[in-house]
T-cell receptor, first 116, second 112 residues
Framework: GAVVSQHPSRVICKSGTSVKIECRSLDFQATTMFWYRQFPKQSLMLMATSNEGSKATYEQGVEKDKFLINHASLTLSTLTVTSAHPEDSSFYICSAETGTIYNEQFFGPGTRLTVL | GQNIDQPTEMTATEGAIVQINCTYQTSGFNGLFWYQQHAGEAPTFLSY????GLEEKGRFSSFLSRSKGYSYLLLKELQMKDSASYLC?????????????FGQGTELSVKP
């Protein structure tokens, strides 16, 4: 089946630093990947749609200069949280479309970001 | 706007059957997904409906009525490991990269 990996799985950083999260589709090519954030006991909130070779499409209310997305290849998308602050602490999850009959999204294992 | 509603919490007994409902009002419709998510883990795909009716997959079944904007996930022969959050998600459009709009999730607790 389709496998999506994320790295790192957990990161703790100081306020003001930048953090990069990688999302990889391991056994398939993903033209489109998605980035979500999830707060405790809440559902997934779509942040942006990442398209290979073009600019990401951000959801309303998501600062594109703060959450930089780069989809440089068909198997890799990165999310960089710039100048992180404690309110950015969250669970960040990426997903990739499989291109199968349902075109369902397969999710990475998530990255727990804690900003001190 | 886009709106997807699910009950916040449900409790059921091991071995029983439980139905988790989902209602949606979206600007378009190109399929409804159910995902299971255990705490601290990524969601895993359970089912997909795009036409009206019931889709059965082992202990899990999912139903869709597009005219009513309604779906349910049916879990049979509940096991303790089924305790998780169940997310209903709608894909409003196909030409927007297939993005999904998620409901708030239903936290299911299975008791012995």
């Amino acid at each position: 089946g389709a496998v999506v990996s994320q790295h790192p799985s957990r990161v703790i950083c100081k306020s003001g630093t930048s953090v990069k999260i990688e999302c990889r589709s391991l056994d398939f090519q993903a033209t489109t990947m998605f980035w979500y954030r999830q707060f405790p006991k809440q559902s997934l909130m779509l942040m942006a749609t990442s398209n290979e070779g073009s600019k990401a499409t951000y959801e309303q209310g998501v600062e594109k200069d703060k959450f930089l997305i780069n989809h440089a290849s068909l198997t890799l998308s990165t999310l960089t949280v710039t100048s992180a602050h404690p309110e950015d602490s969250s669970f960040y999850i990426c997903s990739a479309e499989t291109g199968t009959i349902y075109n369902e999204q397969f999710f990475g294992p998530g990255t727990r970001l804690t900003v001190l | 706007g886009q709106n997807i509603d699910q009950p916040t919490e449900m409790t059921a007994t091991e071995g029983a059957i439980v139905q988790i409902n989902c209602t949606y009002q979206t600007s378009g419709f190109n399929g409804l997904f159910w995902y299971q998510q255990h705490a601290g883990e990524a969601p895993t795909f359970l089912s997909y409906n795009v036409l009206d009716g019931l889709e059965e997959k082992g202990r899990f079944s999912s139903f869709l009525s597009r005219s009513k904007g309604y779906s349910y996930l049916l879990l049979k022969e509940l096991q303790m490991k089924d305790s998780a959050s169940y997310l209903c998600a709608v894909r409003p459009y196909y030409n927007q990269g297939g993005k999904l709009i998620f409901g708030q999730g239903t936290e299911l607790s299975v008791k012995p």
